[in-house]
């Protein structure tokens, strides 16, 4: 159940969350609240939002600020809405994203990056320079368009989908090449990044990148779907298996669903379990896939 209240303030609450009975102590008290995720507007003093859950208290910032504190460190939330009111210090911040380098292949065989300048250096000391990559480059987002002609493209994602998305990890036995429905029951995965830590990364611009690769099997695609995943990112070339790339039904189901697909992550391995927020925010660009910087942020 989620449920919305709104009047100077925003706030979501969903039962059921991770942090069932916890008491937060800020100038007054909430019980028997959990929280999903909270969004604080400045201001909020002519009204108790909270009054149809049945508790009473005044919010002051103090008080804000504690719930917002058991929000991250509860690691459940909505996405995009842990960002208002007092900002939560970061503790950390991970870096998931392979730096771009010349020549370095992504995709093997396919993706070469080619940095050029338009001159050495101008008189003025100024450096003009580009390059020249494929979307598939680097760490990626992949956009609907990248299945559908008629799809959104990667410039029409909205930031809201980008910024702080709660982060699940998610793991597999090594003896096995596929992430199964198995590794994923029991997560709670509505409005998350799902991230699929394999460590392939390691293998990354060698020729073992390529020899295989762990992958998401159709099966549980289809539970990221039937579970309200945001985003699904994974540490290998592809979220469907490489050597059977004549079809790809893993991006269909995903990218159909508007879950936004992260390929060639990395470092995934460094990520806590949960209490990790996401941003992968790309240029906008009318394609159907392209880099981003892509990291999460711990919050203190
Ligand atoms: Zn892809």
Redesign the pocket.
């Known amino acids: 159940m989620t449920k919305l209240i709104a009047c100077t303030a925003i706030v979501h609450f969903e039962a059921g969350a991770a942090d069932a009975g916890r008491e937060i102590q800020g100038d007054g008290q909430i019980s028997r609240v959990q929280l999903a995720a909270a969004t604080y507007l400045d201001g909020m003093k002519s009204r108790n939002p909270l009054e149809d859950m049945d508790v009473t208290f005044t919010l002051s910032a103090a008080a804000r600020r504690s719930i917002q504190t058991l929000m991250l460190t509860a690691g459940v939330g909505v996405a995009g809405s842990v960002s208002a009111g007092a900002p939560a210090e970061v503790e950390r911040y991970i870096e998931l994203n392979h730096k771009i380098t010349n020549g370095m292949q992504t995709y093997p065989g396919l993706s070469e990056a080619d940095y050029y300048t338009v001159a050495p250096r101008f008189g003025n000391g100024a450096l003009v320079d580009g390059i020249k990559l494929l979307g598939?480059t680097g760490t990626?987002l992949?956009a609907p368009y990248?299945g559908d002609e008629h799809g959104m493209t990667i410039a029409e994602y909205p930031l809201e989908r980008l910024v702080n998305v709660p982060i699940v990890v998610v793991n597999k036995p090594d003896s096995r090449q596929t992430f199964e429905v198995e590794d994923l029951k029991g997560l709670d995965v509505k409005g998350k990044a799902v991230m699929f830590a394999s460590g392939h990364s390691d293998k990354f611009d060698t020729p073992e990148y390529a020899n295989k690769p762990p992958y998401l099997s159709v099966e549980s695609a289809q539970w990221l779907v039937d579970h309200g995943a945001s985003m699904v990112g994974i540490d290998t070339p592809?979220?469907?298996n490489i050597d059977k790339n004549e079809t790809?039904p893993v991006?269909h189901l995903l990218l159909e669903h508007k879950i936004i697909?992260i390929?060639d992550m990395t470092n995934l391995k460094a990520l806590p379990k949960t209490g990790a927020y996401l941003t992968a925010v790309p240029p906008r660009l009318e394609m159907a896939?392209f880099p981003a910087r892509v990291f999460a942020t711990v919050y203190k």
């Open positions: 598939i990626y992949d990248h592809l979220v469907d790809i991006h697909i390929e896939s």
